[in-house]
């Protein structure tokens, strides 16, 4: 029978899983379905002989070839990564808000509608009345801290 041919299991094996390599992207188990090969090779050649050594042989062959050849398809194939801006403090300087609950006198904390939602927000010390429009400075905490637009007098 057939598929009591170590060569030939080895070799479906190592087929099976390169074809898996469309299924399963990565390309590590296509790597994997090429060691496989490679024992079945070497089977075939005689270098091996039993299943301690094409397990041994295929165990040393997919470290090597994931070490190896994993860095250089990725490489040349690349990947999509693509870094966002992490830091969020810088997003939301000097945007403007509009301010629904009165801020101050003081530290007295208000609420100010920034990008859909309502925060809390603290001012410079002086009273900003409720529908203002106030710059960000930047976050304490969950707070936003704002200063007061200046509207320009022509």
Not at 79 to 97: C, F, K, M, P, W
């Amino acid at each position: 029978m057939a598929f009591s041919n170590p060569i030939v299991v080895w070799s479906l094996v190592g087929l099976s899983l390169m074809l898996a390599e469309l299924l399963v992207p990565g390309g590590i188990v296509i790597l994997l379905g090429a060691a496989c090969l490679l024992v079945a090779g070497a089977l075939g050649l005689g270098l091996v002989e039993g299943v301690v050594q094409s397990l041994t042989l295929w165990f040393i062959a997919a470290i090597v070839l994931l070490l190896t050849f994993r860095q250089v398809t990725q490489a040349v194939v690349g990947g999509d990564s693509h870094v966002d801006n992490t830091d969020e403090e810088l997003e939301i300087y000097n945007q403007i808000a509009h301010v629904k609950q009165t801020i101050g006198p003081g530290q007295t904390p208000g609420r100010v509608e920034f990008q859909g939602s309502e925060w809390p927000a603290l001012g410079d010390g002086s009273v900003i009345a409720v529908g203002s429009q106030v710059r960000i400075i930047c976050r304490e905490n969950i707070a936003l801290v704002v200063e007061p637009v200046l509207q320009d007098i022509s």
